[in-house]
């Protein structure tokens, strides 16, 4: 490569995405744990105990069987049912799909909330790439802020107030741009290359 002005622009894009991808390859090695993990003989034992569902599932069935479950969270003890929607919108693929869900109580009470907003819709079901989605923002606002979970509220209020409204679930690039302009009102930096920043 020559020496020369557009060498060296050409060196340092490239030594920016290879920044970048580090930088993405250590964030998922890491599992993104804004929130600590609840143990694993807990949901080992969850797992188990779903051996009689036929999966896939709706949630309405993994509630049924497992709801009163209660496992250890951080800040005490919640049934499962208060992390799972008891809705039919939302369907697990497997008992570790349900282990995944209530991994991260924070973000699993978000989702559940979305989900039975999502069972009031016809026709409509969360799943697939918008509800990993969703997933994924509300862990990025878990991120941001571990200590608050203001904004995973806010967000969640806000897609159920659009699921009532317009009697439609928000697309994710609009959630996202939602939870980006929550963010940077409350002073939190919100970067363009960053999964909020759309």
Request: glycine fraction near 6%.
């Amino acid at each position: 490569m020559a020496d020369d002005k557009q060498g060296r622009d050409k060196q340092a894009r490239d030594e920016e995405r290879r920044q970048r991808e580090r930088e993405l390859e250590a964030t998922l090695e890491r599992g993104d744990e804004p929130e600590p993990p609840i143990e694993a003989e807990e949901l080992t034992d969850l797992e188990a105990e779903l051996e009689s569902v036929s999966f896939p599932a709706p949630a309405t069935e993994v509630v049924a069987t497992i709801g009163d479950r209660e496992i250890e969270v951080p800040d005490g003890r919640v049934a499962v049912a208060e992390l799972v929607a008891n809705a039919d919108a939302e369907t697990f693929d497997s008992p570790a799909a349900v282990r995944k869900r209530v991994q991260r109580p924070t973000v699993a009470a978000a989702m559940k909330r979305v989900a039975e907003a999502a069972d009031t819709l016809r026709n409509v079901e969360l799943g697939g790439s918008q509800r990993d989605a969703y997933e994924k923002t509300f862990e990025e606002l878990k991120a941001i802020d571990a200590d608050d979970d203001e904004g995973i509220r806010a967000i969640a209020d806000w897609i159920v107030d659009r699921v009532r409204e317009k009697e439609a679930l928000p697309g994710s690039r609009a959630v996202r741009r939602q939870a980006a302009e929550f963010c940077r009102a409350n002073g939190y930096e919100v970067r363009n290359d960053e999964w909020l920043g759309v």
